[in-house]
Nanobody
Framework: QVQLVESGGGLVQPGGSLRLSCAAS????????IGWFRQAPGKEREGVSC????????DYADSVKGRFTISRDNAKNTVYLQMNSLKPEDTAVYYC????????????????????WGKGTLVTVSS
């Protein structure tokens, strides 16, 4: 059974940091790219970041570039999203998702490319 389970969300003050984790099971993890998405109340889902199946290639939305870092540990079937200098506008439910690495040189931040989704973890940035 395919599972993606996010953890690490919570309440943090502006300027603070959080590290989200996405633990995967039920599929061949190192053959899949992983993306992080977020959805704030009343807004469309946004592709925040992605990382290629074997690592080495990452991509970020302009809104988080320089503040968020994505990484993965294929031995642990886990992807991380380190979020620094958090802003109130980062408040959202964060989801991880997986898509099969077909091209070998690209990862997608488009939700329609994703094959599997987690249920999300809430991040609230507020003083």
């Amino acid at each position: 059974q395919v599972q993606l389970v996010e953890s690490g969300g919570g309440l943090v003050q502006p300027g603070g940091s959080l590290r989200l984790s996405c633990a995967a099971s039920g599929f061949t993890f190192d053959r899949y790219n992983i993306g992080w998405f977020r959805q704030a109340p009343g807004k469309e889902r946004e592709g925040v970041s992605c990382i290629r199946s074997r690592g080495g290639i990452t991509d970020y939305a302009d809104s988080v570039k320089g503040r968020f870092t994505i990484s993965r540990d294929n031995a642990k079937n886990t992807v991380y999203l380190q979020m620094n200098s958090l802003k109130p506008e980062d408040t959202a439910v964060y989801y991880c998702a997986a898509d099969r690495d077909v091209l070998g040189y690209y990862c997608s931040r488009y939700d329609y490319d994703m094959d599997f989704w987690g249920k999300g973890t809430l991040v609230t940035v507020s003083s």
